[in-house]
């Protein structure tokens, strides 16, 4: 279905008079409530918001834009629901005068990037302090004009170069060469072209040069009408024979890593441009292969970059692989200090995962048989009965877990639910606890008592403290968040109370889920040393006992 479809249909659908037609909604400062029309309710917790477009209910967890909405109240597929709402708006989704209209603008615009691609290229030719870095990286002159790296200096030169020629402001904005400042987007970067499979120059991505404090280290170019960050792979138009071929894609971070593995040899490889991996750059991948090699970097940011990607790719039918490199920073840093692709290795993803937990974690800690019961089971669910059963016995030989609990465990793993937005991914779980640490950041925020979200989490761990940190940092999901603390507002009078109240029971729930891991998990150890354990459960016992001491 063409995005352009999808646009206009967004853009000529208000998501409140839309909803309204279904919904009886009335204003609450600058959002909108009324009952959620998915699940029964007397008190409403269904908001929508007109600034974002989006909508939410705090009963049943949907949550989603106009189109989505239509789905879920209709019934329908995704394409049906288009083309009725296309239908309803008078959309004719092949009109030849439209189709016609874009072919020009496209051909404009990529004219623009070619202008852009040659204007950097003749940068990076008069600065030999660039090409001296570069050279120094370790990428070779053919490398660099194989690949047509460019510079961007610092100031909007590429903008008026291009008044010069002709081109307006509006022209650069749509295809995401200057902000919304008017001025030059790259500056004071090397500069990658951004080349689909037809080999089309569809946007840039940017490395700073020289290094400034504040600025991000990469810039990539926006979703445009040519480009769209979670379809795109670099490299994919120079290296899609290799992995025809091979039978196998090595998946790397950036740019930096991508060509020194190409240019020492390794040529079955694309990159992720920095971005966590995406179902739409698997369907990609899936046309060439169904083998994949992730190769991130060998830190921890990478590690969890590595599991979150292998995880979906999984989940999508692949066989997943990691590539050895230990002792390097990344791909980059193994071929800069002139390593031969000979001494990389491969390993099936479970086993590598198998050997890193051994390596990395005392296992005779509970706490530590958790974190790797975590990471390991949820890639068991994509697995064959054959290969369930040879992990599972791996794992509780590893362990010292009875069999039968680890796959009662591995039973009771459902897949997260997602509903998409226009810019985002937000992910709902089914779990009470992540409920109440929502409500609690949108009052927190809305009191301005954000010392209370430090607060709690240093008294939370793991996924839940990453959670709370990630609601309160991440833009994105800070629309939610705003309907939450509207919907908060005007349910209670006392608001430091109701935070009072949210902590002790967030607290409580997080006590009593680690009691009973400690407790099932206890019961199904295979050693005779329990008294680290009972210890811990104790403690824990302690502090639930006296919050319910203090309600």
């Known amino acids: 279905m063409d995005n352009k479809i999808l646009q206009e249909i967004k853009e000529r659908l208000d998501i409140v008079d839309f909803v309204g037609n279904y919904v009886e909604l009335k204003k609450v400062g600058s959002y909108y409530r009324g009952l959620c029309p998915f699940h029964q309710e007397k008190n409403p917790s269904f908001f929508v918001s007109p600034e974002r477009q989006i909508f939410k209910c705090f009963g049943c967890g949907a949550v989603g834009d106009v189109i989505t909405f239509y789905m879920k109240i209709e019934n329908l597929e995704f394409k049906q629901a288009i083309r009725q709402l296309a239908e309803k708006l008078g959309i004719e989704i092949s009109s030849k005068e439209t189709l016609e209209k874009d072919t020009q603008l496209i051909k404009k615009l990529l004219e623009l990037n070619k202008i852009a691609l040659n204007y950097y290229k003749k940068n990076l030719k008069e600065i030999k302090e660039v090409q001296d870095y570069l050279l120094k990286r370790g990428l070779k002159n053919d490398t660099i004009d194989y690949f047509d790296l460019g510079y961007a200096k610092e100031g909007s030169h590429l903008r008026d170069y291009c008044f010069n020629l002709g081109y307006s402001l509006e022209d650069l904005e749509k295809v995401g060469l200057i902000n919304e400042?008017?001025?030059?987007?790259?500056?004071?970067?090397?500069?990658?072209?951004?080349?689909?499979?037809?080999?089309?120059?569809?946007?840039?991505?940017?490395?700073?040069?020289?290094?400034?404090?504040?600025?991000?280290?990469?810039?990539?170019?926006?979703?445009?009408?040519?480009?769209?960050?979670?379809?795109?792979?670099?490299?994919?138009?120079?290296?899609?024979?290799?992995?025809?071929?091979?039978?196998?894609?090595?998946?790397?971070?950036?740019?930096?890593?991508?060509?020194?593995?190409?240019?020492?040899?390794?040529?079955?490889?694309?990159?992720?441009?920095?971005?966590?991996?995406?179902?739409?750059?698997?369907?990609?991948?899936?046309?060439?292969?169904?083998?994949?090699?992730?190769?991130?970097?060998?830190?921890?940011?990478?590690?969890?970059?590595?599991?979150?990607?292998?995880?979906?790719?999984?989940?999508?039918?692949?066989?997943?692989?990691?590539?050895?490199?230990?002792?390097?920073?990344?791909?980059?840093?193994?071929?800069?200090?002139?390593?031969?692709?000979?001494?990389?290795?491969e390993k099936n993803f479970l086993d590598y995962l198998f050997e890193y937990a051994q390596n990395n974690y005392d296992l005779n800690d509970l706490n530590n048989k958790k974190i790797v019961l975590n990471l390991i089971l949820p890639f068991l669910k994509y697995l064959d009965s054959v290969s369930v059963s040879f992990y599972l016995s791996k794992l509780s030989e590893i362990l010292s877990i009875k069999e039968q609990f680890l796959l009662n465990e591995l039973n009771k793993l459902q897949p997260i639910v997602t509903y998409e937005t226009e810019e985002n991914l937000l992910e709902i779980s089914p779990k009470r606890i992540y409920?109440?640490?929502?409500?609690?950041?949108?009052?927190?925020?809305?009191?301005?008592?954000?010392?209370?979200?430090?607060?709690?989490?240093?008294?939370?761990?793991?996924?839940?403290?990453?959670?709370?940190?990630?609601?309160?940092?991440?833009?994105?999901?800070?629309?939610?968040?705003?309907?939450?603390?509207?919907?908060?507002?005007?349910?209670?009078?006392?608001?430091?109370?109701?935070?009072?109240?949210?902590?002790?029971?967030?607290?409580?729930?997080?006590?009593?889920?680690?009691?009973?891991?400690?407790?099932?998990?206890?019961?199904?150890?295979?050693?005779?040393?329990?008294?680290?354990?009972?210890?811990?459960?104790?403690?824990?016992?302690?502090?639930?006992?006296?919050?319910?001491?203090n309600a």
């Not at 037809?198 to 490395?207: A, E, L, P, Q």
């Not at 950036?254 to 390794?266: E, M, R, S």
């Not at 301005?448 to 240093?458: M, N, P, Q, V, Y």
């Not at 050693?527 to 006992?545: D, T």
């Open 435 to 549: 409920d109440l640490i929502e409500r609690f950041v949108a009052l927190s925020l809305l009191i301005e008592r954000t010392d209370e979200i430090e607060s709690l989490k240093i008294e939370l761990e793991g996924e839940l403290s990453d959670y709370l940190e990630n609601l309160f940092n991440n833009k994105d999901k800070q629309e939610i968040i705003n309907l939450r603390m509207i919907y908060e507002k005007t349910n209670y009078k006392d608001l430091e109370r109701e935070l009072a109240i949210i902590k002790r029971e967030i607290l409580k729930e997080y006590y009593r889920e680690k009691i009973n891991s400690f407790d099932v998990l206890v019961k199904n150890l295979e050693i005779k040393n329990l008294e680290p354990f009972l210890k811990e459960v104790k403690f824990y016992i302690e502090k639930l006992k006296t919050l319910e001491k």
């Open 181 to 345: 400042k008017k001025e030059d987007k790259f500056q004071s970067r090397i500069m990658f072209p951004l080349i689909d499979t037809s080999t089309k120059i569809i946007g840039f991505t940017g490395r700073i040069f020289p290094e400034k404090e504040k600025a991000p280290k990469y810039l990539n170019t926006p979703d445009t009408i040519l480009f769209k960050k979670s379809n795109f792979v670099y490299g994919l138009v120079y290296t899609k024979e290799y992995i025809q071929k091979e039978r196998k894609v090595v998946l790397v971070e950036g740019q930096f890593d991508f060509l020194l593995a190409y240019q020492n040899d390794l040529k079955n490889i694309v990159a992720v441009s920095g971005s966590a991996l995406t179902k739409e750059q698997l369907n990609l991948l899936k046309k060439y292969t169904n083998r994949l090699v992730l190769a991130f970097d060998n830190d921890e940011a990478g590690f969890k970059a590595s599991i979150k990607a292998g995880l979906l790719a999984l989940s999508f039918g692949f066989e997943i692989y990691k590539l050895i490199f230990e002792g390097y920073k990344d791909l980059a840093d193994f071929f800069e200090k002139n390593n031969s692709i000979t001494n990389l290795r």
